[in-house]
């Protein structure tokens, strides 16, 4: 089966008519992505949207063939007129199924948002999944069917419906998983590359031309990442953003609960509220036992609370007991840390914080602090495929 992505953005396209944003005004030339519209063996039309005739003739194709159109959603951009000789747009009420003259068969996925989502069959065997924008499947899809060879969905904006179909099976280690409907709240080039490259997806280029089925290689999910930062920096949202698409989830949290704090239980509710409901929350500093467990994805949040933690149960905060044993107490945990994360076979993405760029701290357990942090990143680091910097916002990599 061929599919001629006509356009790849959002309704609107982007860059956004009159829209001042950076973003709008990085998306020119080859950037610039029309109203998403999918072209199936010269056959479907899958949304129709404007200039589709000119696109089509750009990538190389012809509508000319085209026996069905179909929509996904109530169209938001500019008004489209039907081209001379297309049959007439509409959509499919949910679960019916449609046979095309082609040969290709047709199946209407109710969505949980207003929309319609198509399943579509080749007459070779390959699958094709198409989401319309900001949609994910109603309920759960049903387990236990054949993986999908091709899913285009709205993956910035809804990666909890790629989760809901990796959970079903519906998306397998082979799915291409090509976002769509792009907008201006993404981010522009090489960052938009690295974030879809985390869910295990990928954009394209308007008028590119994929074959289902071909099973091109699939981006490579980082099995190990370090994401570090200042404070208020947005690593802990870079963090969630890489695992939003994974259909389970550990949040572990080092930071426990603090009695009689309500700014930091407030910090703490903020967090929680913005993490997928499907994600499972475990309060603890034993990491080693968790890396060293089967499971599904961990997400570590922060190395630094779990070293505040560490140096207490060592004494590393008195200058006696730190001679005294306490430095090579601390140095063992770490070791012991850091193995465990050398070894594990779980997807892992850890946070930690980034000291010793500004004021040296005033006592001496302060600078302890700030040195065994930076002995600690570095090491944690090292085992690590993939390390984000970030700050102001900003995702910066280091390696990977």
């Avoid at 570090?228 to 890489?242: D, F, I, N, V």
């Avoid at 009689?260 to 080693?288: A, M, Q, Y």
Wanted: aromatic share 4%.
């Amino acid at each position: 089966m061929e599919l001629t992505l006509l356009g790849t953005g959002a309704p609107e396209g982007l860059p956004r008519p009159s829209c001042p944003c950076a973003r709008c005004a990085l998306s020119r030339g080859p950037s610039a992505r029309a109203a998403t519209a999918l072209l199936v063996d010269g056959a479907l039309l899958l949304d129709l949207t404007p200039g589709a005739a000119l696109a089509a003739a750009r990538a190389g194709h012809s509508l000319g063939g085209v026996r069905q159109v179909l929509l996904t959603h109530p169209h938001d951009g500019p008004a489209v007129e039907l081209p001379p000789g297309l049959p007439t747009a509409g959509r499919v009420p949910d679960g019916r199924e449609l046979t095309l003259i082609s040969g290709h068969r047709v199946r209407a996925v109710p969505m949980d948002s207003p929309g319609t989502g198509y399943e579509v069959i080749s007459p070779d065997g390959d699958r094709l999944l198409y989401l319309p924008p900001g949609g994910a499947p109603a309920g759960q899809p049903e387990r236990g069917g054949p993986a999908y060879d091709t899913v285009c969905a709205d993956v910035t904006g809804r990666p909890d419906a790629l989760a809901r179909l990796r959970a079903s099976g519906s998306v397998g280690p082979a799915t291409d998983v090509v976002a769509v409907h792009l907008d201006h709240d993404v981010p522009p080039g090489a960052e938009l590359d690295r974030r879809l490259a985390a869910a295990g997806a990928r954009a394209v280029p308007d008028g590119t031309t994929l074959t289902v089925g071909a099973y091109p290689a699939v981006p490579e999910i980082p099995r190990r990442t370090l994401v570090t930062g200042g404070a208020r920096s947005g690593k802990s949202l870079e963090a969630e953003r890489r695992l939003e698409s994974f259909p389970e989830v550990v949040y572990v949290a080092t930071s426990g609960t603090r009695e009689g704090d309500p700014e930091w239980k407030e910090r703490i509710g903020l967090h929680r509220e913005r993490r997928p409901g499907s994600w499972r929350t475990v309060e603890t500093t034993d990491l080693v036992p968790l890396l060293a467990s089967e499971g599904p994805a961990l997400l570590i949040d922060c190395l630094a609370l779990w070293l505040t933690d560490v140096m207490d149960r060592v004494g590393a905060w008195d200058d006696e007991r730190w001679a005294s044993g306490g430095r090579e107490a601390l140095r063992g945990r770490v070791d012991e840390l850091v193995a465990a994360v050398r070894e594990t076979g779980r997807t892992v993405v850890a946070v930690t914080n980034e000291v010793g760029a500004g004021v040296v701290p005033a006592t001496a357990s302060g600078r302890r602090f700030r040195d065994e942090l930076g002995r600690l990143n570095a090491a944690f680091a090292d085992e690590c495929e993939q390390v984000v910097l970030v700050t102001a916002g900003q995702p910066l990599v280091l390696r990977g």
